[in-house]
């Protein structure tokens, strides 16, 4: 079965102070790793996607999978970045269908 | 010009009653979602359909039934709602259904009373 990680519910920083969310997941193969986030009163969007390999809005995430791992770094938080973050897993075994983890709310404090 | 979007955003019930949500997507995809989100945030998969196949979370109770008249839209109906099913329930839609990149509804928040 799939499952996707995010251990930290809420992480706390200052604006200027690098950010690391967290994600692991469990999935014997190949699968595809997103970030989505929901910013306060807006829907949920795609921020990452793994086979992109792209910056977006300063932040970024490599996949790890020695470490099944896919953690979403930025080295500047902006208070903009407040939001609630989702690590999510795609692969054949589930039917592609996206796995979601618990999520991890980012407060950026000025 | 919204490519997912939902109705109502909020609804508000008795126990035991029915109701449906809607979901519309003008993105000409293939594949369309409903999740769950409870109130710890948590996301959850309830069905997912394209025009081949239904695929149902096997641990969403049978009161729930995902209608799709066309490509382009998947209702969700409840059944005999209960206290439990207060969430916000979130309409995505995707291009293929090997793919997991979504695109989200704004979410309908449901409270049974």
């Known amino acids: 079965a799939q499952r996707v990680t995010q251990p930290e519910k809420l992480l706390s920083v200052f604006k200027g102070a690098p950010v690391e969310l967290k994600c692991n997941y469990s999935?014997?193969?190949?699968?595809?790793l997103f970030w989505y986030v929901q910013y306060s009163r807006q829907r949920l969007q795609l921020l990452l996607r793994h086979i992109s390999r792209e910056s977006i809005k300063g932040f970024t995430a490599d996949l790890n999978k020695g470490e099944t791992s896919f953690h979403l770094k930025k080295p500047f938080a902006q208070e903009e970045d407040s939001a609630m973050y989702y690590c999510?897993?795609?692969?054949?075994?589930?039917?592609?269908?996206?796995?979601f983890g618990r999520g991890t709310s980012l407060i950026v404090h000025p | 010009d919204t490519a997912v979007s939902q109705t109502p955003k909020y609804l508000v019930t008795q126990m035991g009653n029915d109701k449906s949500i809607k979901c519309e997507q003008n993105l000409g995809h293939d594949t369309m979602y409903w999740y769950k989100q409870d109130s710890k945030k948590f996301l959850k998969i309830m069905f997912s359909?394209?025009?081949?196949?239904?695929?149902i979370n096997e641990t969403v109770p049978n009161r729930f039934s995902p209608k799709s008249p066309d490509k382009a839209h998947l209702n969700l109906h409840i059944n005999s709602l209960e206290l439990g099913d207060s969430a916000v329930y979130f309409c995505?839609?995707?291009?293929?259904?090997?793919?997991?990149?979504?695109?989200f509804g704004e979410g309908s928040r449901l409270t049974v009373l």
């Open positions: 359909y394209n025009n081949k196949e239904l695929i």
């Open positions: 995505a839609s995707s291009q293929t259904s090997t793919t997991g990149e979504l695109f």
């Open positions: 999935y014997s193969g190949s699968p595809e």
């Open positions: 999510a897993l795609s692969a054949p075994g589930g039917s592609y269908i996206p796995t």
